[in-house]
């Protein structure tokens, strides 16, 4: 009897092979939920919230973030996996399916006598021969070409393939605009914007800015070209003084001075901005433009309307940054020192309205370092997916970039590192090799789950391409289309080198953790109620 229960007779105690079983049918469990995901040809999922939400896709993350698990082991392994997707932005089903299968193959062992601690031993010395065979396979291709074949390797895993060849172009000319030599890329400079009409082959980058907001003017031009862009962050509303104040009058016309001298401390932070428009545009038909991250009430708006100027108010926060980045130009805290200098530059400003909804474009800017990608969809659910799989995309570059280097896919990697753990468990002592083995079987899952859902037959593709490997330098992968072997590179299929780094880490950590477990309780608080 387990000394717990001693202590709390209600506790639930799972021993030795029980709760090795337990641990590796959750994580079985998940693979087979997971595994029909894997790969361009893997199908979707409909997953549909209490309040009847819909939502369809093949995300792996978006999967195990929505899903509701309730078998802990499950859900420690969906937390992995999520950390993979918030470190490196891709590789969540392909976690999944091999903690699921270490474990699986580890089974086979352990059942015949193999300790599972021995088994763990084994699995960390893969870990350390399939991380050298990473080493060894990765390329050193960061060209935009292969760059556009990192992003729709990744997109293709989760849209249709015209959608993804769409996006490809997107994302990289996307990424390549915000990157500054010799500093880390910040993807927030991207600006993810969504509208609900036309198709999602509509959606396009802008070099330049959205804002999802228009001018608070009727009058105030609804389209401006070659327009200076004056960004403040100051008060051009009237206010209330802070502390509780009264004036005192003893004629109308007193009170009429007092009215307009409160006035004027606004109206002459608006005459600051008229008369710069005059400056810099002159006699000319040039356009000028006034994004405010405060309020501006009716009289100014009035006052600038009046002078053709184009004034939005109200501005998000992170859109601020974004503007000096993509037009140029210095964002004011105050109208004192505003000179030309401070203004930025676009060819062309104009307003887009959609239903109730109205949208401000900012394009065709000289050298922007801030763009946005419009999404366009008919429905919710559609410009969800493609939302999700922008940012895996552009992760996907990024990293490429920052790596500056790639890895083979369609499975060249897995069936890599097969082979050359078949080699090296011959140099390891003892029954560790026996961990080893199962290492590289577990590996296997990846090409056969890609094999599977293409409607080929798994055995057969895995012999063939386990016919045609040579060497790590000439890595083979599965053609998805005819079932046979191809090469990754010469068609342009690369996986994230660190996606892999990654992978081979949590998941050799996570099904060892696994394995060791010879005793699950429940013994929490709850249980001692009743």
């Known amino acids: ?28 469990g998940l693979q087979d939920v997971l595994r029909t995901n894997l790969g361009p040809k893997g199908t979707m999922k409909m997953l549909v919230s209490g309040a009847g939400d819909i939502k369809i896709t093949k995300d792996g993350n978006v999967l195990l973030h929505e899903m509701q698990i309730q078998h802990p082991t499950a859900s ?23 903690i699921g299968e270490l474990l699986k193959q580890a089974k086979v ?19 350390k021969k399939a991380l050298s065979v990473l080493d060894e396979m990765a390329l050193g291709k960061t060209g935009r070409d292969d760059l556009i074949n990192v992003a729709r390797t990744s997109l293709r895993t989760k849209v249709k393939g015209q959608v993804a060849d769409l996006l490809t172009e997107i994302i990289v000319d996307a990424v390549l605009a915000i990157k500054k030599p010799d500093q880390p890329i910040d993807l927030h400079m991207v600006e993810i914007m969504s509208m609900e009409h036309k198709t999602e082959m509509d959606t396009k980058l802008i070099k330049g800015l959205v804002l999802d907001h228009g001018a608070r003017h009727p009058d105030m031009p609804k389209r401006v070209t070659d327009a200076f862009i004056l960004t403040c962050n100051v008060s051009l509303e009237y206010e209330k003084s802070e502390v509780n104040s009264g004036f005192f009058y003893k004629s109308a016309a007193e009170r009429e001075k007092l009215v307009k001298a409160e006035r004027a401390f606004t109206d002459d932070k608006v005459r600051q901005i008229i008369e710069l428009k005059k400056q810099v545009v002159g006699d000319s038909d040039k356009g000028f433009v006034v994004i405010n991250q405060k309020g501006i009430d009716p ?23 974004r503007i000096t980045l993509a037009c140029g130009g210095q964002a004011a805290n105050s ?64 990293n490429a970039i920052d790596d500056k280097q790639v890895v083979p896919g369609a499975g060249a990697f897995e069936i890599a590192v097969y082979q050359a753990l078949q ?31 293409a409607g080929h037959d798994a055995q057969d593709c895995l012999v063939t391409l386990l016919q045609e490997y040579k060497s790590p330098t000439r ?45 699950v309780m429940r013994a929490g608080m709850s249980s001692l109620k009743g």
């Not at 203004?343 to 959609?354: D, I, N, T």
């Not at 468990?425 to 899952?445: C, D, H, P, S, Y």
């Not at 299929?493 to 099904?511: E, F, G, P, R």
């Open 335 to 398: 109208f004192d020192d505003i000179t030309p200098k401070s203004l930025g530059h676009a060819g062309l400003f104009y307003e887009h309205v959609l239903g109730d909804d109205k949208y401000s474009f900012i394009e065709e800017c000289d050298n922007p370092q801030s763009v946005t990608i419009l999404i366009k969809g008919p429905n919710k659910h559609t410009i969800t997916q493609i939302k999700d799989a922008v940012r895996d995309g552009l992760r996907a570059v990024k």
């Open 1 to 28: 009897m387990a000394a717990v229960k001693q202590l709390n007779p209600k506790a639930e105690v799972a021993r030795a092979a029980q709760a090795l079983d337990l641990n590796i049918s959750a994580a079985m």
């Open 76 to 98: 420690l392994i969906a937390r992995v996996a999520t950390a993979q997707d918030d470190i490196t932005g891709d590789g969540t089903t392909s976690n999944v399916l091999i």
């Open 299 to 321: 009289n100014s708006l009035d006052l600038l309307a009046r002078e053709g100027i184009v004034a939005l108010r109200r501005a998000k926060r992170r859109n601020m940054e």
């Open 423 to 453: 080699q090296y468990k011959n140099e390891v002592k003892g029954k560790q090799r026996l961990g080893v083995e199962a290492f590289a079987e577990a590996m296997l899952i990846i090409p056969k789950c890609l094999a599977q859902n």
């Open 475 to 519: 890595a083979v992968g599965l053609d998805l289309v005819s079932g046979e072997a191809m090469y990754p590179g010469e068609v342009g299929v690369y996986d994230n080198y660190c996606v892999k780094k990654q992978l081979l880490n949590s998941c050799t950590v996570i099904s060892s953790n696994l394995l060791i477990v010879d005793e």
């Open 109 to 127: 062992y352990i059942s015949d006598g193999l300790h599972p601690r021995v088994a763990a031993e084994g699995f960390d010395l893969a870990k």
